[in-house]
């Protein structure tokens, strides 16, 4: 049976600042800007970075820190075995056999909701094109007008302008309904903001954090000398959507055939006075680390070990866990980065969303 792709739009929440960095520093506004969209200059998070730590992550929920990385490295080769959840995932490479694609693409996280201070407290801006690619409709705002009321349930005022940061902006009318998600909260369906295309860019450009550090002596303790430094962030509280398509084209999925069932047993031993750990695959002494399709009971976690999988999506879903604590992107020891998952969609033929959870 021929197979057929599978698209899940998912929502994310940013805990923290978010910094992804444009790899140097420039003459500007900051000495280290962040990656935006080319054309509209909107901020985003590059699928490449997610990618990279939603592998690594899964990497080590499921015991595989190996199959992490590049895997060029002597001692963190890709094992490259047919039921390992990272290679079949994310595909593999290997000196002798040049390694596999992977069966899954993980796109970049794109604005939806972008937070910004006003008079009346905090309120989430969107725009038309935001909205429509994110697949809640086709909506229409003049150039220098808002939309908000319709679904504020009271928590914005409908009869004066509003602030959004720094610009002052007339109402136009009502938001209508929008079908969001269950998981983004009421506290941000309540205070959505509609504004144009052309005055989204410039709000979210214009309300980035923007941070400044300076590199410390470790002698005096004391600022050095010139190397003060400023760097911008996506700000906490902005809602984002990714789309992850997974897209199977191998014969035989390793979870779907009769009797295999994937099995790791970790052995603990001293090796030139070091205790080291090794982890054996398909090996009878380990327990049922992967679900058997045989047997749906059968528990989600071996001895706390990482969760078992049926599908790639299951291997991603772990590595986006992580990411809610560990974090993507750069200055992660500044306490930035952290990003949760609210809600995750599957995307139809025609493009609409359903099965939201």
């Known amino acids: 049976m021929a197979h057929k792709p599978e698209t899940y739009r998912y929502f994310l929440l940013t805990l923290d600042p978010v910094h992804i960095g444009t ?23 590059p699928g490449t ?9 899964a990497a080590h929920r499921y015991g595989k820190p190996q199959c992490a990385g590049q895997g060029q490295q002597e001692g963190r080769k890709h094992c490259g075995q047919p039921t390992c959840p990272i290679c079949y995932t994310f595909g593999y490479a ?13 796109g970049d996280a794109r604005i939806l909701l972008f937070p910004v201070y006003s008079m009346v407290g905090p309120v989430w801006v969107t725009s038309p094109t935001a909205l429509a690619d994110a697949g809640f409709g086709k909506h229409t705002v003049r150039p220098n007008r808002t939309k908000w009321g319709g679904q504020s349930n009271g928590e914005l005022p409908t009869d004066k302008p509003i602030n959004l940061g720094w610009l002052m902006v007339e109402r136009e009318g009502d938001l209508p309904n929008i079908p969001w998600p269950a998981g983004i909260s009421d506290e941000i369906k309540y205070r959505t903001v509609l504004v144009s295309d ?6 979210v450009n214009s309300n980035l954090e923007v941070r400044t ?12 000398e010139g190397a003060l430094f400023t760097y911008e962030a996506i700000p906490r509280a902005t809602v984002l959507w990714m789309e992850v398509v997974v897209s199977d084209y191998r014969d035989g999925r390793p979870w779907q055939n009769d009797g295999v069932v994937w099995k790791a047993f970790k052995e603990e031993r001293e090796e030139n006075g070091q205790q080291i750990v090794v982890w054996h695959d398909n090996d009878p002494r380990g327990g049922p680390l992967y679900p058997d399709p045989q047997n749906p009971s059968q528990p989600q976690q071996v001895n706390g070990q990482a969760r078992g999988w049926r599908t790639a999506r299951d291997v991603v879903q772990a ?7 560990l974090g993507v992107g750069g200055m992660g020891t500044r306490g930035f980065g952290r990003i949760r998952q609210v809600a995750r969609c599957e995307v139809t033929d025609t493009g609409a969303l ?3 959870e």
């Open 94 to 106: 290997r000196d002798k056999d040049r390694g596999r694609a992977g069966v899954v693409a993980i």
């Open 354 to 356: 359903e099965k939201c």
């Open 23 to 45: 790899g140097g520093t420039r003459l500007g506004r900051v000495d280290m800007d962040i990656v935006r969209e080319p054309g509209t200059r909107l901020p985003k998070i």
């Open 49 to 57: 970075s997610l990618h990279g730590a939603i592998r690594a992550y």
């Open 198 to 203: 052309k005055l989204f860019s410039q709000i």
């Open 213 to 224: 550090s300076v590199s410390i002596n470790p002698e005096t303790g004391a600022a050095e």
């Open 319 to 325: 590595g986006l866990e992580w990411v809610a604590h």
